[in-house]
């Protein structure tokens, strides 16, 4: 049977794309390997690297990132796959930028004598930057899990998040380039069946000390899922409670202003008789200052935060963790003497800064409104 022109034709075009295909998974392979040979301090594994032409996307699948030089061999990260596409909708803004996408993250932090691993002294904005051959307009993580290691003690204790699922948006500052806190993040967690975490931040990332302002809260957790470290540090144990909380923190022009406030419900603790207290940790003051007011049906305290940060991005991050858990450990030691306040003058005020943010944020809002307005009347006219 004779061969057509047209079979030839379809022949030639499939030869081309398989061979452009192959040259280019072979070229992101490369890519891929050559921005994880830099990352400091740890060893990065990806088992396979698959291109998806249809959708402008490539797949890093079962990639595994470990610390160097720790006894341990939990991970800091697996990800089931590590998936970089084009930003489809931000092309309706005329902008070629990426998604990355974590499917089924195992992300481990782990306190140790000789092992801590908390993915500390890499840049790994950067490194995902590297990554992506576009600028990084969005990351998503869906179906993930953090887990806490504490390796002190015998048995090893453990605080995991479920379920965890988010997503940070606009870092590209492609849509509502006008406000004061362009992009955002959001991110939904539990750490058991009733427990709820969620957390949104809003942010201006381009600024080398971003302004942001984040609310989190955690709430219904049962505090009996702590009692490894309570037993441990305090030698308390919690035989029935319920505690949630909550946080406020604005961060502009590197002053930080903000509060924390958690609520006690049906508590009661026992002492355990069991080790030794260590009241360099965190559990130790937390678990007797809950001892010292378990006889209250319901308590709650609100502690403000202020105080202001030095560092450039990316480093701002690290140091406003710092910052936020050495206030976090004092709100407990200090109301610990102090005593706590009635419930019904607990409240859920904005900082000082969240308002002026806010109130930048709508007179840029009122700008540019007026803007379209004086655009649709010239408009108006010139028709």
């Known amino acids: 049977m004779k061969i057509t022109r047209s079979i030839w034709v379809v022949a030639a075009l499939a030869v081309i794309l398989i061979g452009a295909r192959l040259l280019l998974l072979r070229y992101l392979t490369r890519h891929v390997n050559n921005a994880l040979a830099g990352v400091q301090g740890y060893t990065c594994k990806v088992d396979d690297v698959d291109l998806y032409l249809y959708r402008g996307a490539f797949q890093l699948q079962d990639v595994q990132i470990n610390k160097t030089g720790v006894q341990s061999d939990i991970p800091l990260l697996y990800a089931s796959a590590i998936d970089i596409s084009i930003d489809w909708n931000a092309l309706l803004d005329e902008a070629f930028v990426s998604d990355i996408t974590f499917e089924r993250v195992r992300l481990n932090f782990i306190e140790g004598e000789k092992s801590d691993q908390y993915g500390t002294g890499v840049d790994w904005a950067m490194v995902l930057k590297e990554l992506s051959p576009l600028s990084v307009n969005r990351v998503v993580i869906v179906d993930s899990k953090f887990t806490y290691y504490d390796l002190n003690v015998e048995s090893r204790h453990e605080l995991a998040f479920y379920n965890w699922n988010g997503a940070i948006e606009n870092l590209c500052q492609i849509a509502d380039s006008t406000s004061a806190l362009p992009s955002m993040a959001y991110f939904t967690a539990s750490s058991s069946d009733s427990s709820v975490l969620n957390m949104k931040m809003k942010f201006n990332a381009h600024k080398a000390v971003p302004d942001l302002d984040i609310t989190f809260a955690f709430e219904n957790i049962d505090l009996q899922i702590l009692n490894g470290f309570f037993k441990t540090y305090s030698q308390k144990t919690v035989e029935h409670g319920k505690l949630d909380l ?70 701002i991050w690290a140091e406003l963790w710092q910052f936020y858990s050495k206030e976090f450990l004092k709100a407990f030691e200090q109301r610990k003497r102090e005593g706590t306040i009635k419930l019904n003058t607990v409240t859920n005020e904005d900082t000082a800064l969240t308002r002026k943010m806010e109130k930048q944020l709508k007179k840029e809002q009122r700008k540019e409104r007026r803007k379209k307005k004086r655009e649709e009347r010239k408009k108006q006219k010139d028709s």
């Open 246 to 315: 909550y946080t406020n923190l604005a961060l502009l022009d590197g002053k930080v202003e903000g509060y924390i406030k958690y609520e006690a419900t049906h508590l009661k603790m026992t002492d355990s008789n069991d080790g030794k207290p260590d009241a360099s940790k965190a559990w130790q003051a937390i678990g007797v200052f809950l001892a010292s007011n378990q006889d209250k049906e319901k308590f709650a305290t609100r502690v403000p935060l202020a105080g202001t940060l030095q560092e450039s991005h990316p480093a």
